[in-house]
């Protein structure tokens, strides 16, 4: 995982601090206007989104105002929330009012740092990376700045029974932010510091509203991003997974505002315990449902001494995932093993004038000591050319590494160049290691044969696999093939024992296929479990919880 | 952890198997006195406990039959079950007869693999290893041999509100076995089969009754030890959980009989999602308090081609442990770093015969290819000079390693051997890597003050730490001396931001001390857990909840 791994710069760091490192891409909250732009993660920005190694999900709290007993919960009337394929299961967006005095609750908490601004709240409700649509909008827009404030917003909230949305980088893909049933969306960008700097204990804690990347490069803020809270509440990973793994495998604890408003340690700061449930676990991935991260204590990874970046080419798809999983059953630990299709290497040739053989390709990153991650390329160099590998290129001088691995950082923004005003369905699933190559021959048959364009990414080394469907947003009939290939791949992974996602989360977009994957009595426990910690249902009703589930 | 590392062998085996893997050391159930002896894990029996790779603990639900309203729930009447400091919240054993009529409806799904003979429950009730004393024992003992089976168990004692304890290797040191409240003893031995073997994909499908060293080593059965399930349960690692991880980050999904007698899947086969709560981590270490865990699919990993042991002396505690935590920062991912003090080091030359210099002692094993399995070496033995080591020594052939190694392996019989009567109170904390040194220089002065003879063992790289305290069973005194230093240590770790349990469990030996480690807010949110996911509550009342908490 990129952040864990370069989080160690940090240990260069002397002491914790504070600082607002957003000051440069954000504005103060209360002035709504200037707010608005540096929020979205515009794809037109060019910044980059899910191809980098972590996968900038959002932190996500939707919610209703539904209470347990609401019959739309057990009989949702479905609305129009995205493409037919991402609505089966949405709740019908039943607005209630936010009543006065919780406005008046809201200004005490907050002071200045709320709005009620038509723009702002357009801002916080529409889904900035999805191709769900939204068709509410919260009414408030919150900007807490501490832990103690969220817990006041919440308490206030539960008490009115009125939805809270958690809101940080607005990253994620399938939904997580949206405000289908209006109430109170908590932007906890604010709350970005820096806690805690503890670096003979290999951990820092943080706020939720920090960034990613601004956490990694602490002092020269590179621009909007996913969200350490956000990535928290979707479980999210990346290329690094592979050797790090995912936000589950690096988190200590958590600070946690629950549906009362009353705040939970979801662990000690021991790196290891056996001592009760595993709390933070339940809450990694729950998707803002269960309540609102607003403290995270994050392992810290030493930064390897030295590093290799490789690429290999491939007659077919098949040899490279073989090469992939030949690697991963060597026995070397690899930093990272991506896969890219032939379409995806088309689009980096038009993208960036290049002229790189369009077909199949792997990129790796080795590391350890200097002598060690050369040994390993070494090994896969001749792991590659027994599966017909070709051309099998390496970098070690910082340069040229950057330079290799660009072509893998610029994958989805090269899709985009191949067609400028299109949208982009991206979807990810993913399968134990075996099926992997069927996985991805099967889906490029489909996908080959649509209209569409499609590139192919996999975090081969995880199974994980992503495709990139480009459409024209103005015709129907191609959103809906973009959902039907969604659809096919999905199924196809689950009849080989894998996940409809691997790592952008449920949302809205992949809770028709929870009782598929998982069955009935799954659901069934997640249902017991939210009730049981949610009993008026303002977290999040409409998200990942299919809402046909009942007990 | 070493079963992950080691489980790679079963890679050679071309398919799945079933086997009676226990046959040479267990008889058929439904011939009680043959049964009795094989399953204690008996010290006497020199058979290793807590110091191999992975601390077998037991799988374990005890259970009451509480309902929900209970009166001595909520105020509890405090029995004698262990010394003072193990009983403060222990539930008063308060016993139902079981009725006919279940006793009937076990036989219809058990047939002859269920007993009501004395000898076989005493067996079932005792502590194997514990120094917690049993109040009462199990009315029954079934064995079922499938999950189907254990289903149609759970369901009908969940009618009768009669008590389940699930029940493994037994080899748990927090009282995670007993069965205050009588009812069915769940005995999981006969289902020990490997299920499915997926060497592509790295990994195995198992029952839970496996032991780990007869997955390990699944041809030649060594003896009794910790079964898999079990495991789970209390979510155990050991001295290899530094490089692989605990049972957390070693189960790709769980199969659990709920309380309802329904059968859950927690997870897909994918080695990673982000599809819904992560209920496979919430079953892990929730030690059998919301299910009986059936089915297991274990990651596998790779054996390293090559490894080095090595061992270095230092002149304090500190300088020892502060060369585990320098080798952790510098980058390196060592397999096992192991702290042994003094004492422990005069009781392995007493037991053995050995001359090792008695002072504070690391071992190591590094692992990767041979060129860089030494390359680590050099670096640590760097470490260990310029922190006032001598006497470093290494071992590269296979027979010099096992020799070198079998010092810290036999670490426990070694305390035994100096007291050849006495008991042992062993546990464990865990902190922050930073505060590793000085806990256990502030211990050990504790330890050194006290009339009893006590020695250190730590996996240091993961900041966790064990004391065994050995004293005389007959002298009450002693007892409550060493339930003293027990507490004393506990305390300081939770000063140092700690947890009261690196890896042995809550039981109800630990209970005591959750509410300080995590607070009301998190015990309260795992009793809303557990309400919702056994509303009878005939799943371990008395365990790992302290009985105390309401909301």
């Keep these: 995982m990129a952040f864990s791994s370069l989080l160690s710069r940090l240990r260069s760091c002397s002491k914790p601090f504070c600082n607002n490192l957003r000051t440069s891409i954000i504005q103060r909250p209360h002035n709504p206007s200037s707010l608005i732009e540096p929020v979205i993660c515009s794809r037109n920005g060019k910044t980059p989104l899910w191809f980098a190694s972590l996968i900038p999900l ?184 592979v050797r790090y793994g995912t936000m589950r495998d690096n988190v200590i604890n958590l600070k946690v505002v629950l549906a009362d408003g009353e705040v939970m340690k ?85 993208a960036n004038d290049k002229k790189l053989p369009e077909i199949p390709t792997l990129m790796f990153e080795f590391v350890g000591t200097e002598a060690y991650a050369r040994e390993q390329t070494q090994i896969v160099q001749k792991i590659a050319s027994e599966h017909n590998g070709t051309d099998f290129v390496f970098a070690e001088e910082p340069e040229e590494k950057k330079e290799l691995w660009k072509i893998r950082k610029e994958a989805l923004w090269a899709c985009f160049a191949m067609k400028p005003h299109f949208e982009a369905m991206i979807t ?23 209209p569409l364009t499609c590139t192919v990414i996999a975090h081969a080394g995880d199974g994980n696999f992503h495709t990139v469907v480009l459409f024209d947003p103005t015709k129907e009939e191609q959103r809906r093939e973009a959902e039907r290939l969604n659809h096919f791949m999905v199924h196809l992974a689950l009849s080989m024992e894998g996940t409809c996602t691997g790592e952008h989360g449920v949302g809205t977009g992949k809770m028709k296929y929870l009782e598929k994957e998982l069955g009935i009595e799954n659901l069934r426990t997640m249902k017991k479990i939210k009730d049981a910690l949610d009993p008026n249902n303002i977290m999040n009703p409409g998200k990942l919880i299919p809402p046909h589930v009942c007990f």
Excluded at 292 to 318: D, W
Excluded at 428 to 444: F, G, M, N, T, W
């Design 58 to 241: 959002a932190f996500a709290v939707s919610a209703g105002s539904l209470s347990l007993n609401d019959a739309s919960l057990s009989d949702p009337k479905s609305v129009k929330i995205g493409g037919k394929g991402s609505t089966d299961y949405a709740v019908k967006g039943s607005r209630r009012e936010v009543p006065p005095e919780l406005i008046e609750e809201l200004k005490g908490i907050c002071q200045e740092n709320m709005t009620t601004d038509e723009d702002e709240r357009c801002v916080h409700g529409k889904p900035q990376n999805s191709f769900h649509k939204a068709v509410n909008i919260p009414d408030v827009v919150v900007y807490p700045r501490s832990g103690e404030e969220v817990s006041k917003i919440v308490k206030s909230c539960n008490l009115h029974k009125v939805p809270v949305v958690p809101y940080g980088g607005a990253t994620s893909i399938e939904g997580h932010t949206l405000s289908p049933n209006g109430g109170v969306c908590i932007d906890m960008t604010l709350m970005n510091c820096v806690k805690a700097l503890h670096v003979e204990d290999m951990d820092v804690v943080v706020e939720p509203g920090i960034g990613w990347m601004e956490l990694n490069e602490y002092l020269e803020p590179y621009g909007p991003g996913a969200t350490i809270g956000g990535m928290c509440a979707t479980r999210c990973s990346g290329s690094l997974a």
């Design 266 to 350: 979801t662990a000690s700061r021991a790196r290891k315990s056996a001592a009760g449930y595993d709390l933070t676990r339940l809450m990694i991935g729950s998707e803002g449902t269960l309540g609102v991260i607003t403290g995270i204590t994050l392992r810290l990874q030493k930064l390897p001494q030295s590093s290799v970046v490789a690429m290999c080419n491939f007659p077919t798809i098949k040899d490279a995932a073989d090469v992939a999983i030949a690697t991963m059953h060597s026995g070397i630990q690899v930093s990272r093993v991506e896969l890219l299709d032939e379409v995806q290497i088309r689009a980096i040739n038009l």
């Design 428 to 450: 990810d699933v993913c399968v134990p290691l075996s099926h992997l190559a069927e996985l991805i021959s099967r889906s490029k048959q489909e996908l080959d044969a649509s």
